[in-house]
C-alpha cells in the first residue's frame, strides 16, 4: 500500500461518530436513512465508506456538515470533532468548523461550482473568510494551491469561469478550494464518479498524495470497491443505512465476514477472469424500500445464509472477526458459516462463434459540422459473437450505434449488416427486415421505457410493429412469455415504469429487445447506470439471452472490468478513432496500445490478488472539433515520438490474426511492454 | 457572444421586416383604402364617393402599383417617419404616437420605479428560505395579485380609494396638466399585478438557486450566510428576473390599454383603442408597428442581458 | 324692393285671427309668427303669454342675469371629434365644440322656437318659395370683415352643393336649391344639381331664395347643426384656420382629448373685437374627452363642471350627488327601430306589419324611462312639432301579428336580428331588449345584435333591422324629408311611395296650421301604415351641471349655447 | 389459453383508464354547456335539459379531483372553486334566481326587498338581478375561454410537436412564425386581430389561439427536445415508428404533466383576456350576461359608495374563477416537483 498508516500517539480521533441516526420526513413519514452509525476517524486516516445506492452513505456526510436540509434531521446520536459535540454547536461556531475544519468534495464538481463566479473568486473567499487574510494574501494562497492539485496555467484558471474548464480540471479546483483552509477532514462523496477512468485515475493519485502530503483525515464515500481498496487505511460497508462490516482495508478484502460484503465483491467483475472462468454472481433479491427495513438483520431475505428464527429477530450486533484491527461485521452467524466455501460452479459456457462475419464496418466516418465523432472506423463483427466498444465519453463509440440503428446517417464510409448498406439508409427507410434483425439496448434504464405505457404494452408494440405476431392473444402470450424469459413476474405486464426498479427496467428493455428474435442486438451501456449487485444480474441475463438466441452482441462500454468478462472481442476508440483491436485475451495483454495500456492501469482494482502497474496521462482530452494532427492520441501518449506522431497518421500494425494496434512506436517497442496487471506475490513495482 | 448577438439582431430585423409587410397587407384592402380616400377628400360619407373620384385617388396616391412596390413605398415613407393621418383627429399619426407615447412612458417610469426593487426584494425573501412563513405569507399574496385581472383591479381600487376614502379622483383625464394624485389609481392597477408576477418569477428563481449545489459548497465553505445570499445566489437568481423586466416592456403595452381605457388616461393604449373603435387605420397599423418595434426591441435587451449576465454564454 | 317696410308676412293677420277664434292654440301661433319673419318675443306679446326673457328684442339670447359675474372657465364632459367642415359635421358634439366661435343664420332656443341670428329677420312669400333673408348689419368676423350677404350667400350655396356631401342636403331648403339632373349614378341614386339662381343676393345685406317647391322650414333648416357659417376664405380643416363671428376662437384642439376656446378681445387685424350679441361672461370654454358614460364620473369627482347629456341610467346616481343640478327637456329625439323595405323578409309589408303590432311602444317607454318622455306613433312626428297631428295610439295586438306571419309563410316562426350601437346610451340596447321579449310572444326570435358605437355608424344605413337614434327637429317635416322622402339623403329604409312624397310636400307648403295638420294626418297616417319602424316613445334629454354653472339650459336638440353661461 | 383467460380478464378490468375517463367527463360538461351557450337559440325547447348530464359529471369531476390531489391544500381550493364555477354555470337554468336580462328594479341595494323580488346582491342601474347576472355570467366567460385555449391547445402542441420533434427547416419555420406572433403585445394582437376580422366569440378563439398558441408552441416543442433525446424516443425511432406516431404516442403523454399545468394558467389568461376584451367592447357583445360587460356597465354607474356592489360583485366573481386556475396549477406543479 502507498499510502502507509502513519500511527500517531495522538489518541483524540478527528471525527467520531456514536450511534448517529438521521431520519427524513417526507410525504409518506419520517424514513429512517442512518441507524446507529458508528465511526471512528484517527489524524492522517482515510476511511472508506462503500455501499450501494441509498445505503445512507452520502446523508453521514451531510450529517456531519449538518447540512440535511429542511426534511433531514439527527434523531440520536453525537458527532464529535476533536472531542467537540458538532451537534450542540450553534450557527456562528459551526460556520468556523465548516470549510475551515472539515471541507467537502463533491460528487458533481460542475454543478458544485458556481457558473456566475470567476474559479479565483471562489478561491480567494475560503482563506478570507476563515483566516481574515487580505485579498492580495489570499490570491496569493489560491495561485499556490493550484499548483499543488497540479494544474498548469494557474493565472488563467484563476480568471476562468466553471464552465470553461474540464470535468478533471473542475474537480482539481474543488479539491483546492477544500484545501485552502488547511482541514483537518476531507469529507469526499465519490469525487470521481462523474470523471472518465482515466481522469478518475488522475484526481485518485491527486487524492493519495494529498493525504500523506497534508496529514488530512478522510472521509472517503464511494460506491467502488475498488477505489475504496486503493486509497482508504479502513473502511466500512453499509447496507440499508447501517454498517455492515468494519475494519482495516487490508483485513476486509481478505476476509470478508459478512455475506453483503461477500455478494458485492463476487458481483463485480474482475479485470483478471472472463464470463467462462469466473461467472458472476448476482445478489439476490432487492434493497428494501426506505422505511421498510426487515426486522434483525436488515440483508436476510437476501442472504443464502439465512436462519429464519436468528437472523430476523431484534437487533444484530456488531461481531468482532479480528481485535486486533478491529474487524467487525454485523452478522449473528459470523462464526458458523464457511466463510472459505467457492460459489457452486457453473456448466462450462461457450459460444459457437462462426467466422461468417454479420456486421462489416469500413472507413466509416461521421462529421457534424467541424466535429469528427467517427473517423475511419473498420472492423468486422461475426455471426454469435459478442464484440465491444471500449472508450471513455466522447470517443465516439454512441455515434457509430447511432449509424448502425439509422438514426443518423454516415458521411463516408460503409456499414453493412449482411450484405446490406445501411450507412446512408435512416431507420424510416430499411425494410422491416432489416429493423428487426437489428435492435438495441439502451443505457439510462430510467429512460429506456416510456413511463406513459404500461410494460405489456410496450412490448407488444415492438412484436406487432415489428410484424412477429398478429393475432392479440399470441402477442400476449408472447408478451407474457419473454417476462419470463428475463425473469420478470407475469403481472408486470400491467405495471408501469415508475413501479419498477432500475434493474428491473433493463430486463424489460432487454426483452423489448430480443421480443423479434434480432441478429444483432447493440447494448450501449447496458450496466454501468445500476448498482454493483443489479450490474451482476443484468450482465449475466444478456450472456444467456445472447447464448440462448445465438445473437451477436455488440456491447458499448467504458468499464474495461466489464468488457473483459463478457466480450469475444475488443474495439478501443479513441477521439473517433480505433486505436487498437483484436480478441480480448490479446487486447488485455501486452503489446498494449499505449492509450489501451493507460486506460488498464486506470481501472480500480477490488482483487486483493492483481497488483497494477502505475500508469497516469498527462493532459486533457482535446475537443473533438480540433483533432490533434498525426497520432490523436499523440497529446497524451508518454512514449510520443515527436515530430512523428503529432504529425503522420499512425499505421495499423497487426500481431496476432485480427489484433491490429494503430501505433508509430516500433514493433519490437510494443512487444516488450510489461503487463499492468500480475498476481500479487509476483514484482513488487507495482502498487496495490 | 458577439456572434450570438449578431443572430439576435438580424432574426430581430426579419421580424420586423415581417410583421411590417404583414402589416401592410392587412390594410392593403379596397375597403380600407376607401375609408381613408374618404377621409381624405373630406367627404362625408363613402355613399357620396364616386367610383372615378376613388380611382383618380388611387392613382395620385400611387396606390395602383404592384403590391411590392406599393409596400416598398409605403416601408420607405414609415422609415422616414410619414406614419399617414389619423382620419378621426385629423393629425399626423406620427405627432399622435410621440403625445400618447410620451404619457405613457410616464406611466411606465413610475411602474419600473417602484416595481422593481419592491419585487425583486419581496421575491429574494421569499425565495431565500423556501418554505417559511415569510415565504408562504409573499407567495400567498402573489398568487392572489396576480389572479385579479386588471379591469377587477382597478374597479375595485376605484371602489376603495377614490370612492370609499375618497383619496384619489375616479378618472386620471389629467385635464389640469400632469397629477400624481391621478396617475396613483392606473399606477397601482399595473402595479398590483406587475409586482406580483416578478415576485413570484424572482422567487422561484432564487428558490432554484439556494437549492443548488453550488450554494451547498458556498454554505459548507463556511460563508455567512449574508455572504453567501449576496454574492453567490443574487448574481444567479437574478439574471431571470432582470431578463424579465425588460420583457414586461412588452406586457406593459398590453396592460396600459385596460388600464388607460378604464381610467381615461391619454397614453399609448387609450389612443389605440380608440383607433380601434373608430377604425381609424392609420393609426392601428401604425400603432401596432410602433408596438412590435418596442416588443422586439425589449426582447432584443433581454436577449441581450441575459447573454451578458450568463458568463457561460458571455464567455465562450 | 323695400322689403324693409313690408316685413310682415300676409299670413299673420290670419293666424292673428285663427288665434282670436280660438282655431289656434297659443303655442302654435307663435311657432307659425317666429316662422313667418315675427320676432319671437313679438309673437309671445301677440299671443298674451309671458315669453321666456330674453336678452333683447331681436336677440336669440335669454336676458343676463342681473348677478352674472364675468369670467372663469367653463368645462364640459363630452366626446371632442375633430374641427374639419362644419357643413359635414357627423356628431351633434362637434358643432358644439363650434358654437361659440361660428355661428348660425338662426338659432332654435330651448323651447323650440326659432329665433333670428346672423339674420336679424326673414320673410316667405306666400307660396313659400320665395324667401327673403336680412343679414344682422355690424356683424365682425374675427379678421376683421364684416358679414355680408355675400358671405351668407356663399354659404348657402356650398350647403346645397351636392358636390360637398353634406348632410344638409337632407333638410328640405337645401334640396329645394336644387334640381334633378335626369342622370343617375353607378347605385341608381338620381344625380342633382344646383339651381342656377336659387341664392340671389339683392344688397349687401339682403339676399333671396328661389326655392324649386314650397318650403315650410328656412327658418328652422338654417338652425339645424351643420349650418354654422363660414366665411368664404374657409379651407379645411376649420381647426387650423378658424374664423368665426361667434365671442370665442379655438385656442386648442386635441381630438379624443380637449377643445379649448378662448374669448376673443382683438381681431386678427389688431382692432379690439366687438361682439354683435351683447356681453358673454365665460373666459374659457373647454371641452374634455369623455363619453356618455365617464361624463358623470368626471363631474362627480370635480373633472368638469357640465355634461352634454345625462343618461337615463345615470338619472337616480346623478340625483344623489351633492352640488349638482340636473336639467331635462321635452324634445323630438327618438329612436326608431326601421325595417328595410327592400330586404328579405321587410320586403314583405305583413312581416313589417306583424312586428308592429306585436310590440307595445308605452310599455317600452315605461320600462325604459318611466314616467319621462311621450309615447311615440311610429310616424316619426312628435307632439312638440307644431304641426303634429295626433293619431290615435298604435294598439298591440299579437294575434293580428301571428295572423299576419302565417299569412306571410313565417308560421312556424321568424329570426330577425336587430343591431344596436348604444350611440345615446344603453337605453338603446335597453329598447331592442323589450322589444324582443314582446315580438317574442307573437313568434318572432328577435336577436339583439349590439355593436360598438363606431362600428354601428359604419353600417346605420345599411342594416337591414337596426335601431337609430334620431336627433331633435324643430319640424316634424324636417325628419320626414330627411328619412322618408324617396332618394333622400338619410332614408335608411329604402322607402320610396310617390303618395307619401307627394302628400309630405304638400303639408311642407301649407302654412295655415288647421289645414297643414290635416296634410300631415295623410302624412302620418302614410307613414304609420307603411310599418317601417317600431318608435316606442320621444325621450327627454337630461343634463347635468355643477350648481355653480348658471343659465346652463339643456336644448332639444342638444345644442350648447354658452352666450349668457356664467360660473359663480 | 390461460393466457388468454387472463388477458380478457384484465381487458375487462381496466376498460377505461383513469385519464380516459377524466377526458370523457371533460367532454359530457363541456359539450352540452357549449352547445347550450353557443346555440341556445337552435336548441330551442330542448336547450334547459341539455346541461342535464353535465350536473353529474362536474361532481364526479370534483371529487375525483379532491381524492388524487388531496395532498395538496392549493390545489383542492383551486379546484374548489373552479368547480364551484362549472357547477354554476351547468345549474344556473335551473337555479330558482331573477331573469338576468330583465330590468326589474333599478339600483335596489343588496339585500332589498322590492315588489316581491329579493334582490340579495342588488340589481344594477337597469334594475337587473346582479347575482342572477353574475351567475349566469360564469357560462359564457367559461365556455369560451375553454374553448379558445382549446382551440390554442391543439395547435400549438401540434407546431410544438413539428418544431422540437422534426427540428431542422420545419423548427426554423415553426419558430419563426411563433416569433413572429409573440412580437405582438398580446393586447395590441387581440385588437387588431378583431379590428380586421370583426368581433365574435369565434373571432375570439382566432385572437386567442394567435396570442396563445405560439407560447404553448415553445413550452411543447422544449419539452419535446427534451424528451426527444430519451431512450425510450430513440428506441421507437430504432423499431421504425414513423415521426406521427413518436409525437403523439410517445412523446405527447410524457410531456402532459407541465403542460396541464400550463394549460391550467392559460385558462386563467384566457379568462382575463375575454373579460378584458368584453369590458373594451371588442370582444363579445351584450346583451347576456358576462362579468367584464358588467364591469363596464357599472363603471360609470357605481361612483358612489353603496353602489359599488355593481363594481365588486363581478369583479369578486372573476377574481375568485382565475384564482381557481391559478391555485389549481400552483398546487399541480407542487404536487410534481415533489415526486
Not at chain 1, 473568510?129 to 487580505?134: F, G, P, W
Not at chain 1, 464457511?338 to 459457437?352: F, H, I, K, V
Not at chain 1, 449487485?533 to 452482441?553: K, N
Not at chain 2, 457572444?1 to 420586423?16: A, F
Request: charged share 20%; aromatic share 8%; glycine share 6%.
Amino acid at each position: 500500500m502507498s499510502v502507509t498508516f502513519r500511527s500517531r500517539s495522538d489518541d483524540t480521533p478527528i471525527l467520531e461518530c456514536r450511534n448517529l441516526s438521521v431520519t427524513y420526513s417526507g410525504r409518506r413519514g419520517d424514513v429512517p436513512a442512518v441507524v446507529d452509525f458508528n465511526l471512528t476517524l484517527m489524524r492522517g486516516e482515510a476511511h472508506g465508506l462503500v455501499g450501494e445506492s441509498g445505503c445512507g452513505k452520502s446523508t453521514i456526510a451531510l450529517a456531519i456538515m449538518r447540512y440535511l436540509g429542511v426534511s433531514g434531521r439527527i434523531t440520536g446520536g453525537q458527532i464529535l470533532f476533536q472531542g467537540r459535540d458538532l451537534l450542540s454547536l450553534d450557527a456562528a461556531e459551526l460556520r468556523q468548523v465548516r470549510g475551515a475544519d472539515i471541507a467537502m468534495i463533491y460528487q458533481e464538481p460542475m454543478a458544485s461550482l458556481n457558473p456566475s463566479l470567476t474559479i479565483g473568486e471562489q478561491l480567494i473567499e475560503v482563506p478570507m473568510c476563515h483566516e481574515a487574510v487580505s485579498r492580495r494574501e489570499a490570491t496569493k494562497r489560491a495561485r499556490a494551491m493550484l499548483e499543488r492539485v497540479r494544474l498548469a496555467d494557474g493565472d488563467r484558471m484563476m480568471r476562468s469561469y466553471p464552465h470553461q474548464l474540464s470535468g478533471g480540471q473542475q474537480q482539481r479546483i474543488v479539491i483546492a478550494m477544500a484545501l485552502l483552509s488547511h482541514p483537518k477532514l476531507l469529507l469526499l462523496d465519490e469525487p470521481t464518479t462523474a470523471l472518465d477512468v482515466t481522469v478518475e485515475a488522475g484526481i485518485v493519485d491527486l487524492i493519495r498524495d494529498i493525504s500523506a502530503e497534508f496529514g488530512t483525515s478522510m472521509l472517503y464515500i464511494s460506491h467502488n470497491l475498488g477505489l475504496v481498496r486503493e486509497t482508504c487505511d479502513r473502511m466500512t460497508v453499509m447496507y440499508c443505512g447501517q454498517p455492515v462490516e468494519v475494519g482495516r482495508v487490508q483485513s476486509v478484502f481478505s476476509r470478508m465476514r459478512h455475506p453483503y460484503t461477500r455478494g458485492l465483491f463476487a458481483a463485480i467483475p474482475s479485470l483478471g477472469a472472463d464470463k467462462n472462468t469466473r461467472p458472476l454472481t448476482a445478489i439476490a433479491g432487492q434493497l428494501p424500500a426506505p422505511g421498510e427495513r426487515p426486522a434483525g438483520c436488515a440483508f436476510g431475505p437476501r442472504c443464502a445464509s439465512f436462519v429464519a428464527g436468528r437472523c430476523d429477530q431484534g437487533t444484530i450486533p456488531l461481531a468482532k472477526v479480528d481485535a486486533l484491527t478491529g474487524h467487525v461485521s454485523r452478522c449473528v452467524r459470523v462464526d458458523e458459516i464457511d466463510w472459505l466455501a467457492e460459489p457452486p460452479p457453473r456448466e462450462q459456457r461457450s459460444t459457437d462463434v462462426l467466422s461468417e462475419s454479420v456486421v462489416s464496418v469500413s472507413a466509416l466516418t461521421k462529421r457534424y459540422q467541424q466535429v469528427s465523432a467517427n473517423d475511419g472506423l473498420s472492423f468486422e463483427v461475426n455471426r454469435g459473437e459478442t464484440v465491444a466498444l471500449v472508450g471513455e465519453s466522447g470517443c465516439g463509440k454512441s455515434t457509430f450505434a447511432r449509424i448502425l440503428m439509422g438514426l443518423v446517417q454516415a458521411t463516408s464510409g460503409s456499414v453493412t449488416l449482411s450484405r446490406v448498406e445501411l450507412s446512408q439508409l435512416p431507420v424510416t427507410k430499411r425494410s422491416m427486415k432489416t429493423i428487426r434483425s437489428l435492435q438495441m439496448i439502451f443505457q439510462n434504464p430510467f429512460d429506456t421505457l416510456n413511463p406513459s405505457h404500461t410494460i405489456g404494452a410496450q412490448i407488444a408494440r415492438v412484436i406487432r410493429r415489428l410484424g412477429i405476431e398478429r393475432d392479440e392473444a399470441r402477442i400476449r402470450a408472447r408478451v407474457l412469455e419473454l417476462l419470463d424469459l428475463v425473469k420478470l413476474p407475469r403481472q408486470f405486464a400491467d405495471r408501469r415504469p415508475r413501479q419498477l426498479s432500475g434493474g428491473q427496467k433493463q430486463r424489460v428493455g432487454i426483452a423489448r429487445a430480443f421480443a423479434g428474435k434480432p441478429a444483432v442486438v447493440v447494448a450501449d451501456e447496458p450496466v454501468s447506470a445500476l448498482d454493483v449487485s443489479v450490474q451482476a444480474a443484468i450482465t449475466e441475463l444478456l450472456i444467456d439471452m445472447q447464448r440462448r438466441e445465438g445473437t451477436t452482441l455488440l456491447f458499448i462500454s467504458h468499464d474495461l472490468s466489464v468488457v473483459r468478462y463478457l466480450a469475444d472481442r475488443v474495439v478501443v476508440m479513441y477521439l473517433g478513432q480505433i486505436m487498437e483491436q483484436g480478441r480480448t485475451q490479446e487486447v488485455f495483454a501486452p503489446p498494449y496500445h499505449p492509450y489501451t495500456e493507460a486506460l488498464l492501469a486506470a481501472v480500480p482494482v477490488a482483487d486483493q490478488n492483481m497488483l497494477k502497474r502505475k500508469v497516469l496521462l498527462g493532459g486533457e482530452m482535446p475537443s473533438a472539433s480540433q483533432p490533434p494532427p498525426g497520432c490523436r492520441f499523440s497529446t497524451r501518449c508518454s512514449y510520443r515520438i515527436s515530430g512523428v506522431c503529432d504529425v503522420l497518421a499512425p499505421p495499423n500494425q497487426e500481431f496476432a490474426s485480427g489484433h491490429r494496434i494503430a501505433c508509430h512506436l516500433p514493433r519490437e517497442h510494443l512487444l516488450a511492454m510489461q503487463p499492468v496487471f500480475r498476481e500479487a506475490s509476483q514484482k513488487t513495482d507495482y502498487v496495490s | 457572444m458577439r456572434h450570438l448577438v449578431i443572430r439576435r439582431v438580424i432574426q430581430t430585423l426579419l421580424i420586423m421586416l415581417t410583421v411590417s409587410a404583414l402589416l401592410f397587407a392587412v390594410f392593403d384592402s379596397d375597403q380600407f383604402r376607401k375609408k381613408i380616400a374618404v377621409a381624405e377628400l373630406g367627404n362625408f360619407g363613402a355613399a357620396t364617393l364616386s367610383d372615378s373620384d376613388y380611382q383618380a385617388w388611387i392613382v395620385s396616391k400611387g396606390l395602383d402599383q404592384s403590391f411590392p412596390a406599393r409596400y416598398v413605398t409605403w416601408l420607405n415613407h414609415v422609415v422616414h417617419g410619414d406614419l399617414g393621418v389619423s382620419i378621426e383627429k385629423d393629425v399626423a399619426v406620427s405627432t399622435l404616437l410621440k403625445e400618447s407615447l410620451s404619457s405613457t412612458a410616464v406611466l411606465a417610469f413610475y411602474v419600473f420605479l417602484i416595481m422593481i426593487p419592491v419585487s425583486l426584494m419581496l421575491g429574494v425573501l421569499a425565495g431565500m428560505k423556501e418554505g417559511s412563513i415569510l415565504d408562504r405569507v409573499i407567495s400567498v399574496i402573489a398568487v392572489f395579485t396576480t389572479s385579479i385581472p386588471q379591469i377587477a383591479t382597478a374597479a375595485l381600487l376605484t371602489v376603495v380609494l377614490a370612492l370609499g376614502l375618497r383619496w384619489v379622483p375616479t378618472k386620471s383625464a389629467m385635464i389640469d396638466g400632469f397629477s400624481f394624485r391621478e396617475l396613483l389609481l392606473p399606477l397601482l392597477t399595473i402595479l398590483i399585478y406587475e409586482i406580483g408576477y416578478l415576485v413570484r418569477m424572482t422567487r422561484s428563481a432564487m428558490a432554484d438557486v439556494m437549492s443548488s449545489q453550488y450554494i451547498r459548497t458556498a454554505l459548507l465553505k463556511g460563508l455567512p450566510y449574508r455572504q453567501v445570499v449576496l454574492k453567490h445566489a443574487l448574481r444567479n437568481a437574478l439574471v431571470v428576473p432582470v431578463t424579465l423586466i425588460l420583457l414586461e416592456l412588452t406586457g406593459l403595452l398590453s396592460q396600459v390599454v385596460v388600464v388607460e381605457v378604464f381610467f381615461q388616461y391619454h397614453g399609448f393604449g387609450r389612443m389605440l383603442f380608440d383607433a380601434a373603435n373608430f377604425g381609424d387605420i392609420q393609426v392601428i397599423q401604425a400603432a401596432t408597428l410602433v408596438a412590435v418595434c418596442v416588443a422586439v426591441a425589449s426582447q432584443l435587451l433581454s436577449d441581450i442581458a441575459y447573454v451578458l449576465l450568463n458568463p457561460r454564454l458571455r464567455v465562450a | 324692393m323695400n322689403v324693409d317696410n313690408d316685413r310682415e308676412h300676409p299670413l299673420i293677420p290670419e293666424a292673428r285671427e285663427q288665434l282670436t277664434h280660438g282655431l289656434m292654440d297659443r303655442r302654435e301661433f307663435i311657432r307659425l309668427a317666429t316662422l313667418l319673419g315675427v320676432a319671437a318675443s313679438s309673437a309671445y306679446a301677440i299671443a298674451g303669454v309671458t315669453g321666456p326673457a330674453m336678452a333683447g328684442d331681436n336677440l336669440p339670447f335669454p336676458a343676463v342675469d342681473p348677478k352674472a359675474k364675468r369670467g372663469g372657465k367653463l368645462r364640459i364632459g363630452q366626446t371632442v371629434g375633430r374641427m374639419h367642415d362644419p357643413a359635414t359635421y357627423a356628431w351633434n358634439e362637434m358643432s358644439n365644440q363650434t358654437r361659440p366661435m361660428l355661428e348660425y343664420l338662426t338659432m332654435v332656443g330651448p323651447d323650440n322656437v326659432v329665433r333670428p341670428m346672423l339674420v336679424d329677420w326673414w320673410k316667405p312669400s306666400a307660396d313659400l318659395k320665395t324667401w327673403i333673408l336680412h343679414v344682422r348689419p355690424g356683424v365682425m368676423w374675427h379678421n376683421g370683415d364684416e358679414l355680408t350677404a355675400d358671405h351668407v350667400a356663399w354659404n348657402i350655396r356650398r350647403w346645397a352643393d351636392p358636390a360637398l356631401g353634406s348632410s344638409n342636403l337632407g333638410l328640405s331648403t337645401f334640396v329645394a336649391l336644387t334640381e334633378l339632373t335626369g342622370a343617375k349614378d353607378a347605385k341608381g341614386k338620381a344625380l342633382r344639381r344646383q339651381l342656377p339662381n336659387g341664392v340671389e343676393v339683392l344688397d349687401r345685406h339682403t339676399l333671396r331664395l328661389n326655392l324649386s317647391q314650397p318650403v315650410l322650414s328656412v327658418a328652422e333648416d338654417c338652425g339645424e347643426y351643420c349650418t354654422l357659417v363660414l366665411h368664404p376664405s374657409f379651407v379645411a380643416p376649420l381647426s387650423k384656420h378658424p374664423i368665426g363671428t361667434g365671442p370665442y376662437t379655438l385656442a386648442e384642439l386635441r381630438v379624443g382629448e380637449r377643445c379649448i376656446l378662448k374669448r376673443i378681445t382683438h381681431m386678427t387685424n389688431g382692432q379690439p373685437f366687438h361682439y354683435w350679441g351683447g356681453e358673454v361672461f365665460l373666459d374659457e370654454i373647454h371641452f374634455y374627452n369623455y363619453t356618455l358614460e365617464n361624463a358623470t364620473a368626471a363631474l362627480a369627482s370635480g373633472s368638469v363642471d357640465a355634461t352634454y347629456e345625462l343618461t337615463v341610467e345615470q338619472l337616480e346616481l346623478a340625483q344623489s350627488l351633492p352640488g349638482v343640478q340636473i336639467l331635462s327637456v321635452p324634445t323630438a329625439q327618438t329612436l326608431c327601430c326601421r325595417m328595410q323595405v327592400d330586404v328579405k323578409p321587410f320586403d314583405d309589408i305583413r312581416v313589417r306589419r306583424a312586428i308592429v303590432k306585436a310590440a307595445d311602444n308605452a310599455a317600452i317607454k315605461q320600462l325604459v324611462f318611466g314616467d319621462h318622455g311621450q309615447v311615440a306613433n311610429n310616424c316619426h312626428v312628435a307632439p312638440i312639432h307644431p304641426e303634429c297631428f295626433p293619431l290615435p295610439p298604435v294598439v298591440r295586438d299579437v294575434a293580428g301579428a301571428k295572423r299576419l306571419l302565417k299569412e306571410a309563410g313565417y308560421a312556424h316562426g321568424l329570426d330577425v336580428t336587430i343591431s344596436v350601437g348604444n350611440n345615446d346610451g344603453p337605453w338603446q340596447q335597453a329598447v331592442c331588449e323589450a322589444l324582443r321579449d314582446q315580438v317574442k310572444e307573437a313568434g318572432i326570435n328577435l336577436s339583439v345584435d349590439v355593436m360598438p358605437e363606431q362600428r354601428f355608424w359604419e353600417v346605420w344605413n345599411k342594416v337591414p333591422f337596426g335601431a337609430t337614434s334620431w336627433a331633435h327637429r324643430p319640424l316634424g317635416t324636417m325628419a320626414l324629408a330627411q328619412a322618408y322622402r324617396s332618394g333622400a339623403s338619410w332614408n335608411e329604409t329604402h322607402y320610396s311611395d310617390p303618395a307619401f312624397d307627394q302628400a309630405l310636400s304638400e303639408a311642407e307648403a301649407s302654412i295655415n296650421v288647421a289645414e297643414r295638420k290635416i296634410k300631415m294626418q295623410k302624412v302620418e297616417q302614410i307613414l304609420q301604415d307603411a310599418a317601417l319602424m317600431v318608435q316606442p316613445f320621444w325621450r327627454p334629454v337630461f343634463s347635468l351641471a355643477s350648481s355653480r354653472v348658471h343659465g346652463y339650459q339643456p336644448h332639444p336638440a342638444r345644442q350648447i349655447q354658452l352666450n349668457k353661461v356664467w360660473m359663480s | 389459453m390461460n393466457a388468454l383467460i387472463q388477458q380478457t380478464r384484465e381487458h375487462r378490468r381496466s376498460w377505461m383508464t383513469p385519464a380516459q375517463l377524466i377526458g370523457a367527463l371533460l367532454l359530457i360538461v363541456w359539450v352540452p354547456l357549449m352547445a347550450y351557450v353557443m346555440f341556445h337559440q337552435a336548441l330551442g325547447i330542448a336547450a334547459p335539459y341539455v346541461l342535464l348530464p353535465s350536473v353529474p359529471a362536474v361532481l364526479a369531476l370534483y371529487v375525483m379531483a379532491i381524492y388524487h390531489w388531496r395532498e395538496s391544500w392549493v390545489a383542492v381550493l383551486g379546484v374548489t372553486l373552479v368547480c364551484f364555477w362549472l357547477l354554476v354555470a351547468v345549474t344556473v337554468p335551473y337555479l330558482p334566481l331573477l331573469d338576468p336580462n330583465k330590468p326589474l328594479v333599478p339600483l335596489a341595494l343588496p339585500g332589498a326587498l322590492k315588489h316581491g323580488m329579493s334582490f340579495m346582491l342588488g340589481s344594477d342601474m337597469r334594475g337587473r338581478d346582479v347575482l342572477s347576472r353574475t351567475l349566469w355570467g360564469c357560462q359564457r366567460v367559461l365556455v369560451w375561454g375553454i374553448t379558445a385555449t382549446s382551440v390554442a391547445y391543439v395547435v400549438g402542441v401540434g407546431l410544438g410537436l413539428i418544431g422540437g420533434y422534426l427540428s431542422g427547416w420545419w423548427d426554423e419555420a415553426v419558430t419563426f412564425v411563433g416569433n413572429v406572433l409573440l412580437s405582438f403585445p398580446v393586447m395590441v394582437l387581440f385588437i387588431l386581430v378583431l379590428n380586421v376580422l370583426g368581433q365574435s366569440g369565434f373571432n375570439i378563439i382566432i385572437a386567442v389561439t394567435f396570442s396563445s398558441a405560439p407560447i404553448i408552441m415553445r413550452i411543447v416543442r422544449g419539452l419535446a427536445m427534451q424528451e426527444k433525446s430519451r431512450d425510450y424516443i430513440q428506441a421507437a425511432q430504432t423499431r421504425g415508428e414513423s415521426a406521427l406516431w413518436i409525437m403523439v404516442m410517445e412523446l405527447l403523454p410524457n410531456i402532459r404533466g407541465p403542460l396541464i399545468v400550463d394549460a391550467c394558467l392559460r385558462l386563467g389568461y384566457t379568462t382575463v383576456a375575454i373579460t378584458t376584451l368584453t369590458f373594451l367592447g371588442l370582444g363579445l357583445q351584450p346583451p347576456d350576461p358576462d362579468w367584464g360587460l358588467m364591469i363596464k356597465e357599472a363603471a360609470p354607474v357605481a361612483l358612489l359608495w353603496k353602489y359599488s356592489y355593481m363594481l365588486l360583485v363581478p369583479s369578486l366573481a372573476v377574481t375568485s374563477l382565475i384564482l381557481g386556475f391559478n391555485l389549481t396549477a400552483d398546487g399541480l406543479r407542487e404536487m410534481s416537483q415533489r415526486d
